[in-house]
């Protein structure tokens, strides 16, 4: 089992309309687009969060068990839902605005140790911002990765949400000797400054590069890339997410040992099956 921990929201996305907009509610959050794929995918998964109670917690609740992923990690609060507004530009690239103060996400506490058949865990986004949840959900990744299951990083960064960001970027790199594999994408990377080089710990980097392509940076100092797949972009809403599942639901030895093991041809084949994920969501209706 896959467990992907971090936030559920509701994305608020104009439907294209010139003008004003109407918004239409999309279930998101990153670790929640990742469990969603995962469990499409075929990847036994199960969603560790804090979830509201209103209507938007219940459907965000059905999404996962229509995905076939497991719920009963998440834990219920009556307050509200996160609610991401989105913009997107031209070329379907997304920003948000974020309405997340006294949400249920942010008040996710500490569960007991993850269930035996728990092989990895998945974290990320704004669930390792948000305080107090934040501290709660680092305190799981480390707690994790003593355990020794293979932990996947998505910082996925919002500044607009980061109120230190020099603090922030210190607590990432206290992280990453609790990381297997870091996925990040070209902008994430040059908003924390660094590179794969600097980053110590994980045995694996892989980078989303936008239309060139996706790339992994391997402890041992390999490096391999493929380009991306051709589409025309509704949106870029889900594509990294879609990646973090692909990587977790193609890697079949789930280790640091693992991860090092892999040659080209397989990297290739890892990443070639993520950029198509990624298109697949990019060209959704």
Not at 121 to 139: D, K
Not at 165 to 176: E, G, I
Not at 191 to 212: D, F, I, K
Request: glycine share 12%; proline share 7%.
């Amino acid at each position: 089992m896959i467990v992907v921990a971090g936030e559920a929201l509701i994305d608020l996305v104009p439907d294209g309309s010139p003008g004003l907009a109407p918004l239409l509610p999309r279930r998101g959050g990153g670790p929640y687009n990742t469990a969603v794929a995962l469990g499409r995918l075929g990847s036994p998964a199960a969603f560790c969060s804090r979830v509201s109670t209103d209507g938007f917690g219940e459907a965000l609740l059905d999404g996962l068990r229509s995905a076939g992923v497991d719920v009963s990690l998440v834990q219920r609060g009556p307050e509200p839902t996160t609610l991401a507004v989105a913009s997107v530009g031209a070329d379907g690239s997304a920003a948000y605005g974020f309405y997340a103060a006294g949400t249920a996400d942010r008040l996710f506490a500490l569960p007991p140790q993850l269930p035996p058949a728990a092989r990895a865990l998945c974290v990320g986004t704004c669930s390792l911002v948000l305080e107090p949840g934040a501290s709660a959900y680092e305190a799981l990744l480390r707690r994790e990765s003593r355990r020794g299951l293979f932990t996947l990083l998505d910082p996925n960064v919002r500044p607009g949400l980061v109120p230190d960001a020099d603090a922030y970027r210190a607590r990432f790199r206290s992280w990453l000797p609790h990381v297997t594999l870091l996925k990040l994408s070209e902008e994430d990377a040059e908003w924390l400054g660094g590179g794969p080089e600097e980053w110590h710990g994980p045995a694996a980097v892989v980078m989303t590069r936008g239309a060139r392509g996706i790339s992994v940076h391997t402890r041992r100092g390999d490096v391999w890339a493929v380009p991306a797949e051709e589409v025309d972009a509704v949106d870029t809403i889900g594509a990294g997410d879609a990646v973090n599942a692909a990587l977790l639901h193609r890697l079949g030895a789930l280790s640091a040992a693992g991860l090092l093991a892999l040659d080209g041809r397989a990297w290739t084949d890892v990443l070639s099956f993520a950029a198509r994920t990624a298109a697949a969501a990019l060209r959704r209706d």
